[in-house]
């Protein structure tokens, strides 16, 4: 195996950091956007009941907010909602832009690996095959080994680079799917509270 990155030449480097921070940020972000600590299925629920019975206050309140991302919103909305709706809609929204932002962290280097590393193997490709035209130049056809050598550095780094920008971009259509998927649930978690407080209509709040 080490034969071959140092067969690769030099741009191995790059794309061996590449696969290091794939495979680090995938993990931490698989981690991080655990749906069930991001978006707790009874947290709605939970907050509806202190309402009924007359128990938030502001320990509830920082108690939410620190609980989750969903948490973090409700908790928005709920410390505006007696300036109306239109108030606390906005408060809510403010506070799941900070969310989404954080959900979305290191996605967009996630992104930028895998369209970048496809273009290191390349570059090893050109670099590689510079290096058989100048041999064939110089020495002719008849160094065989000379040869291989630049062919193999053009393979090898073309190869290493699709590696890394596969796994790559499958990771960053997982990660941002469940996001988006995220985003959803927890808005519509939000508009069932706003309606809750500020709207006539029967709203379920156990399905959340």
């Known amino acids: ?11 191995m480097a790059p794309i061996i950091l590449c696969s290091i921070a794939v495979i680090a940020i995938s993990i931490e972000r698989y981690w991080t956007l655990n749906p069930q600590k991001i978006v707790p299925k009874h947290l709605l629920a939970q907050v509806w009941g202190w309402i009924k019975a007359n128990q938030l206050d502001g320990n509830k309140l920082r108690d939410l907010k620190q609980s989750s991302e969903l948490g973090k919103v409700l908790a928005a ?3 505006n909602s007696r300036h109306g709706r239109e108030v606390m809609k906005d408060s809510i929204q403010e506070a799941a832009n900070q969310v989404i932002h954080d959900m979305e962290r290191y996605l967009g280097a996630l992104g930028t690996i895998a369209a970048t590393a496809p273009l290191l193997g390349l570059l090893g490709t050109v670099l590689g095959m510079i290096k058989v035209f100048t041999a064939i130049m110089l020495q002719g056809t008849g160094n065989a080994g000379v040869l291989a050598g630049g062919i193999s550095e053009a393979l090898i780094t073309t190869a290493a680079g699709l590696c890394v920008a596969i796994p790559a971009m499958m990771c960053h259509r ?4 469940r996001v988006d998927t995220l985003v959803v649930t927890m808005e519509q978690e939000a508009i069932k509270l706003v309606d809750a ?12």
């Open 77 to 79: 909305g709920l410390s």
């Open 1 to 11: 195996m080490f034969e071959i990155l140092v067969a690769g030449g030099w741009l």
């Open 197 to 208: 407080l500020h709207s006539d209509r029967r709203v379920d709040m156990k399905t959340g």
């Open 174 to 177: 997982f990660f941002q799917r």
